[in-house]
C-alpha cells in the first residue's frame, strides 16, 4: 500500500475532498439531509433497546447506511492517494 507512504498527501485529498462527501452525504440522506438526525440516533442506540422498542431494523438500516458512507469516504481517499502515488509522486 503505497498510500500510508505519502500521509501529507493522503491529508492534503482528504481534506481537499470535503466536496465529495457533501456529495455522498447528499445521495445517503436527501439533499437537506433530512434523515441525517435520525441515523445518528440510532448510531448511539444500543441494538438491544431497538428490538425491545419494535425499532431494530431502522436501526440496522441506519447503522449500515452510516457505515458503508464512512467506507466510502475513506475508500475514496485511498484510491485517489494511491493513484498520485503511483503514477505522479
Same mark, same amino acid.
Given at each position: ?39 445518528? &440516533? ?12 419494535? &425499532? ?29 502515488? &503511483?503514477?505522479?509522486?
Amino acid at each position: 500500500m503505497q498510500f500510508f507512504d505519502h500521509p501529507k498527501i493522503l491529508l492534503l485529498i482528504g481534506i481537499l475532498s470535503i466536496p465529495v462527501y457533501v456529495t455522498l452525504a447528499k445521495v445517503f440522506w436527501g439533499e437537506k439531509f433530512e434523515s441525517l438526525e435520525e441515523t445518528i &440516533r440510532f448510531l448511539f442506540t444500543p441494538d438491544f433497546y431497538s428490538l425491545l422498542k419494535g &425499532r431494530f431494523w431502522n436501526d440496522w438500516d441506519a447503522t449500515m447506511k452510516f457505515n458503508i458512507f464512512i467506507f466510502l469516504c475513506f475508500g475514496w481517499v485511498a484510491a485517489v492517494t494511491q493513484l498520485l502515488a &503511483r503514477y505522479v509522486v
